[in-house]
Nanobody, 125 residues
Framework: QVQLVESGGGLVQVGGSLRLSCTGS????????VGWFRQAPGKEREFVAT????????YYADSVKGRFTISRDNAKNTVYLQMNSLKTEDTAVYYC??????????????????WGQGTQVTVSS
């Protein structure tokens, strides 16, 4: 099990950028596949992006492809989500999730064992 803490959320205007960070505890963070999810009010939690243990492989939801970039620095136990060209529909609470049991990248929330508390991202027009 790993404890996850998200940071970097905030208020930004349409077209702006934010970088979210997800920092994990423990020396085994590099063993975990990590994903970012988001949940807007009244909507289900949805997949945003995921990254492999090494950071070589990534996968994105169609809605963010070309605008968001996921990366990781295992020496710092941190996964990043760089968000550019933000839209009002990106407004949500963003969560990072991790699992050491996944054999591959995963897009389903139920596939991840550990979750952070979330960070609010608000995009205003």
């Amino acid at each position: 099990q790993v404890q996850l803490v998200e940071s970097g959320g905030g208020l930004v205007q349409v077209g702006g950028s934010l970088r979210l960070s997800c920092t994990g505890s423990g020396r085994t963070f590099s063993w975990h596949v990590v994903g970012w999810f988001r949940q807007a009010p009244g909507k289900e939690r949805e997949f945003v992006a995921t990254i492999s243990r090494s950071g070589i492989n990534t996968y994105y939801a169609d809605s963010v492809k070309g605008r968001f970039t996921i990366s990781r620095d295992n020496a710092k136990n941190t996964v990043y989500l760089q968000m550019n060209s933000l839209k009002t529909e990106d407004t949500a609470v963003y969560y990072c999730a991790a699992s050491s049991d996944l054999p591959h990248l995963a897009t389903g929330p139920d596939e991840y064992a550990d979750w952070g508390q979330g960070t609010q991202v608000t995009v205003s027009s």
